[in-house]
Structure formats: C-alpha cells, structure tokens
C-alpha cells in the first residue's frame, strides 16, 4: 500500500512505547509533524484534521467499522445479531433524542440541586468521582424509572474492574484467565443478571409501556420486531457504563478551568442566580436561559474532550486522504489534536466561554473541528442528556459555590480511558446568598416552558439523536 508518511518508532517495538510514555504529546507532536494524515505503524494510519476525521467518521458502516471494546459484546456474531444490534441503535436513539432529554430536565436537575447542595458539608471534594456517583444514579433512571434501584451500583463496580485492563500498556484477549479479566467477567455477569431480572420482572407485571429506555427497547420494531433478552441487556449495560464516564470527565474538566478562572465562575455564578429558580422545579424553560453556562462546559470540552480519540477500521480495501488502506487497518480520530489546532481556533490553547457565542462573532471552525461526541453514524447517542447534566451540574454548583483549587494538588491529564483530569480535588467555600438561602428539596414536576435547550451547533447533533 502507498503509506502516509509517519515516525519511523524503534526497530522492534515501533512507536509504542512513545506513545505509551505520553499519549497527548506524541499524537500532537506528530500531527504536527506530518500532517492531515499519517501512519502510526503498519497497521494504524491517524486522521488529523477536519477533512480526513470527518470522512471516516462519515464513512462508519460503508467503509471503516466501529471497534468492539474488551467485553465483546457479540454485536457482529452473525447476521441476525448484527440486525438487532442495529435496531437497537435506533430504538436507544429514539429513546435519547433530544426532546425526550429535555422532558427529563426536572428530575435532572433535581437530582443535582440535592446531592450538590450536599457537596458543601464536606469541604474539600473529588468532583469526578461525586459526579460519577451522580451520573450513575441519572444513568440507571434513565434506563430503568422506578426499577432502577434493583442495578444500583452494579455498573460502577463493572467500570471499576474494566479500568485496569483499560490502562494495561498492553492489549490482552479477554480469555486469558487473569486475575483482572475474571474480576471483569464477575462484574459483567451481575450487572447483566440484574437487568435480566427487571426484564423478567416487568414482564410479569405486565409493565411493558414505560417511557424509561428499557420501555423504548421492549417495543417491536416493524422491521426487526422485537429485541432479544441478550440484546437488551447488553445494551442497557452498555448504557449504564457510557452514562457515567463521560459526563463526569467532562465536568471534572469544566470545575478544573473554572478554579483558575474566577471571572468566569462569577459571571455564571450571576447568571445562575437570574436564571434559576431558588426553589420549586427547574423547567427546560430555565434550562435554556443558561447560556454562558452551556458555551463554557462547550469550551471545556473544546480543551480536554474525554472522548479524545475514536478508532475505526477499513472493512475492505478503501482509501482515505489520496493513501490506500487495506481491509483491517486501524484508523485513529484525535479529536483532541483537531480541537487545539491552531488553524481552527486561533490562540487555542486559551479558555475562552465567547469563542461561541451565538450571534457568530467568534471564530468560524470548520465542519468537523469540534468532535467532542463524535460524527455519523456512530455519534455518541448520549449527546443531549450529557449537556444537560453538565450544564445544569456546573449552574448549580458555582451558584451556591465559589470553587478554588486545594494547595499542594496537581491535576494530571489521564487519558487512559476517556481523557479525565486526575488528581482533581476542589474546596467549595458557600457563597453569602446561598448561606441565607433555606435549604430545601427541589421538586420534580413535568417539563414546562417554551424555551429549548441551547444549541451547541455539533455538525453531528444536527437531526441526530445522542
């Protein structure tokens, strides 16, 4: 194959082990190295701007496939399970469309105002394993209403027991009888028997019409009918694991900017006084006023996107970027190389909210320069109900908060799994009209307002469901 150029790496083990040692700075040095499109080793090619991600992200399902993570789930077994899993994405995508996401904005944020309120009696606070927690609990509602106390927990102890295995410098087959695979293989089995169980349970009940995202999977399709158990449940577990990982890395990241951005924090901490209510339910309506809020966490996301390289793989012979690929070559999508390019944001590496304002005074980025979830077909189904709980986490917490960094800590980019800001611990000081404010319980009602939820303008969000 005519090969993009790239770093020659060591004779006998290529540029692992560079990579290994720093994987952010190897794939920016070498992006700006060589260019739009280069070659990591053999069998792996990086695609490093606009143009070329957005293609093989377009190109996902034609000509590049997604990756399998390590619990191989059996989505390409055969024909009919390639079916299913393929009806399952689209009844989760109906599921998570963004104007289901907005009628859930109550209980969000809810949810949110209670545990944040509580955040303050414990002075200083590792806000990604707070939101974790928090996401979790949001995640299993989502899946599961009223039944989700029947999972809770489980998702976390099987994110716990993959996070070994993710960060193994080396990639092993998931048969290998080790210690960490099997701690994998016992948390993957008791998160599927729970879900398994609330299946089997509201199928006794007769409770198949909820509007939770099992209730969306349990209804036939015309063209696939309806979904098998196995299905289900891996796509709940799958669900369960993506609801809690991203959304608190990104949060983690936007509390890191503002604890060295006091101006900032004071114009949302204003701004969320305004917007929200000081009790009684928050409604999309106010959800939608929060706009300085939404373009930092969006800004956040520019800087550290915890989704900060997707893989795909050529599923035949194709080409991309005038270079041919053979069937199996690895391509990676560095999003967070695209993303600090100079080229598409000028003074990237500077955190600016008003780089997106909407009256488009800010700098024009080419289509496919902010992937912080993806693009085509394969764009991150949780889109909506991630902002959403970003937004509103980041409102709630600098309205009642003044946020500084604690003495002696570093926070160190992780970019194991998804990019997460280890090492990230804040110390939450009460402002003075949150201590005169009387604490109590916001209440859930049903979404109301006319207001829409504030557009980020993702080229890949444009009529898609996350």
Not at 235 to 261: C, K, N, R
Request: proline fraction near 8%.
């Amino acid at each position: 194959m005519n090969r993009p150029p790239g770093p020659p790496g060591d004779r006998l083990a290529g540029n692992g082990p560079a990579y290994d040692r720093d994987r952010l700075g190897f794939m920016v040095e070498m992006s700006e190295r060589y260019g739009a499109i280069w070659s990591f080793d053999r069998h792996i090619v990086v695609a490093a701007d606009p143009a070329t991600a957005g293609e093989v992200l377009l190109r996902t399902n034609t000509d590049f496939g997604g990756e399998v993570d390590f619990l191989h789930r059996k989505q390409k077994e055969n024909a009919a399970t390639q079916r299913q899993w393929a009806s399952s994405r689209a009844a989760r995508m109906r599921g998570m469309r963004p104007s289901a996401m907005q009628m859930k904005i109550p209980l969000i944020a809810a949810r949110m105002a209670e545990a944040i309120t509580a955040w303050g009696d414990d002075g200083d606070i590792d806000v990604v394993a707070r939101m974790r927690t928090l996401t979790s609990g949001l995640g299993s509602t989502l899946c599961f209403s009223r039944d989700a106390h029947l999972v809770d927990g489980l998702e976390q102890e099987l994110f716990d027991a993959l996070l070994p295995v993710i960060r193994s410098p080396i990639a092993l087959p998931s048969w290998l009888p080790l210690p960490r695979h099997r701690r994998v293989g016992r948390a993957n089995r008791a998160l599927e028997r729970a879900v398994g169980r609330v299946i089997e349970l509201r199928r006794v009940e007769g409770r198949t019409d909820s509007d939770d995202l099992l209730g969306v999977l349990a209804r036939p399709t015309g063209r696939h009918g309806p979904l098998s158990d196995r299905v289900t449940c891996e796509t709940l577990a799958a669900t369960l694991l993506a609801a809690q990982s991203a959304p608190s890395s990104g949060f983690g990241w936007t509390v890191h900017e503002l604890t060295g951005h006091p101006e900032v924090q004071e114009r949302i901490a204003a701004e969320a006084a305004a917007v929200l209510p000081a009790s009684g339910p928050i409604t999309q309506a106010h959800y939608s006023g929060l706009e300085y809020t939404a373009r930092t966490v969006r800004e956040a996301l520019r800087l550290w996107p915890p989704n900060w390289v997707y893989a795909r793989h050529a599923l035949h012979r194709t080409t991309l970027g005038g270079y041919v690929l053979e069937p199996g070559t690895k391509v990676m999508v560095p999003s967070y190389v695209i993303q600090r390019d100079g080229r598409w944001f000028p003074d990237p590496l500077r955190f600016d909210p008003d780089r997106w304002l909407p009256d488009g005074s800010g700098p024009a980025a080419p289509q496919y320069a902010y992937l912080p979830f993806g693009a085509g077909p394969l764009v991150c189904m949780g889109l909506s109900w991630s902002l959403i709980e970003m937004t509103l986490a980041t409102a709630l917490l600098v309205r009642d908060f003044t946020l500084r960094p604690v003495p002696g800590t570093t926070v160190v980019p992780d970019p194991a799994r998804e990019l997460t800001p280890s090492g990230l611990t804040v110390r939450l000081a009460a402002r003075r009209d949150r201590r005169a404010r009387p604490r109590e319980r916001t209440g859930v009602v049903a979404a109301g307002g006319t207001g829409r939820v504030a557009d980020f303008g993702c080229p890949m969000s444009s009529g898609s469901a996350p």
